[in-house]
């Protein structure tokens, strides 16, 4: 393989990271107050999905350090989206669940997730069907790559 | 396509952004002053990739907003890695260069780029050939999708 498309492809996977975290410091528009931006509606998305998770589990699971996921979750509690609670299990573990508030904006985030997963799907079916697969194994695999550099 | 392998494959996208943000905030370990970061490094190696290029097209070519990459200009100004002149040919225009110590970091990371891209093209070569084609269109039509949102 010649070197300029893995440099262009780079430099194209920079550029797609950089627009999606522009986005993802954006506030959303849902008529909640107070604001709230993107990255704080996938934490909150996250919790859902995997219910009386812990912050262990979910930096994990977004792929950030625990302290900048404990950090999200305080802000979180602050602005009265989530709640931690202690385990029913151990009584040592602090695990995450949505407050109502947050299950509204949550709901709010699935309809328009519903949406997204309709384009995404539609672009998708443009590719070969082994598309999925390819991308996910090439995203563990890079995942794989800067752990090694780190 | 059954909604479950978009629904993992967005979980594990943003998982990779995640991871790569964090690196991204990380300090590089040149042996250089002021401490420098990836994200910085990648502005400085945009600008001696692109010669002479303006804030505007920084902008567009990182995918950030004019804003985002004047402050990061600013900053790289300040540190004394690149330098904002003139341009030769319409005397409005501020145009962008590497100084002599943002050649020197420069270098540094060429050479580290060049063990990331054996890296990155071993693990492609893993893949269909048709692979790079693929990522470059999906990364395109996803930019596209995300314009028609914002």
Redo the contacts between chains.
Sequence with gaps: ?N?L???????????????????EK?THTYDVEPKIYLAEI?TIAAIRAHENINITDLAK?????RS?ASQAVSRLVKKGFIEKRVSPDTDNEVILSLTEKGEKVSDLHDKQHIL??E???A??????P???D??????????K??KE??
């Design positions: 393989m070197n498309p893995v440099d262009q492809l780079c430099e194209l996977f920079l550029q797609t990271i950089n627009q999606y975290s522009a986005l954006s996938h699971l977004q792929g950030t350090s900048a997204l997963r384009k995404l799907t672009i998708l079916n443009k590719y070969p082994e598309t999925v390819i991308l996910s194994s090439l995203a563990i695999d890079v995942q790559m800067w550099l780190s």
